[in-house]
Nanobody, 123 residues
C-alpha cells in the first residue's frame, strides 16, 4: 500500500510560480513511476507529467512543456512539480499518482492517488 500527500498549492498571479510536492509512504514507493494530473471544474482529469522510478525519464503534456518540471528525491520519498510562467488555464486541482501500468498518461492506469491540492492562477 502507498499513501500520497500533496502540498504546495495556492493562489498565484499569472506569470508566477509554484512548487508542488507529493510525499509518498509505503515500503516500495521509491520504486514506482509517478505522475501528476490535474482536474479543472467540469473537465476530465488530465495528464500533466510523469517521472520514472530513477528520475532518468520524464514526459510532459504539450501545454506545460518548457514551463513545468517534474523531479523526485527518492531519499525523501517525494516527487515535485515546479510550475513556472503559470497561466489562468493552469487552474485546477492537482493530483499525484503512483504505480502506473503501460499507459503513463492515462489516469485509469495508476494504482494510487493523493487527495489533491488546489492551484488557482489569477489573470
Amino acid at each position: 500500500q502507498v499513501q500520497l500527500v500533496e502540498s504546495g498549492g495556492g493562489l498565484v498571479q499569472a506569470g508566477g510560480s509554484l512548487r508542488l510536492s507529493c510525499a509518498a509512504s509505503g515500503r516500495t514507493s521509491s520504486s514506482y513511476g509517478m505522475g501528476w494530473f490535474r482536474q479543472a471544474p467540469g473537465k476530465e482529469r488530465e495528464f500533466v507529467a510523469y517521472i520514472n522510478w530513477s528520475g532518468g525519464s520524464t514526459t510532459y503534456t504539450d501545454s506545460v512543456k518548457g514551463r513545468f518540471t517534474i523531479s523526485r528525491d527518492n531519499a525523501k520519498n517525494t516527487v515535485y512539480l515546479q510550475m513556472n510562467s503559470l497561466k489562468p488555464e493552469d487552474t485546477a486541482v492537482y493530483y499525484c499518482a503512483a504505480r502506473p501500468g503501460l499507459r503513463i498518461n492515462r489516469a485509469y492506469d495508476y494504482e494510487y492517488w493523493g487527495q489533491g491540492t488546489q492551484v488557482t492562477v489569477s489573470s
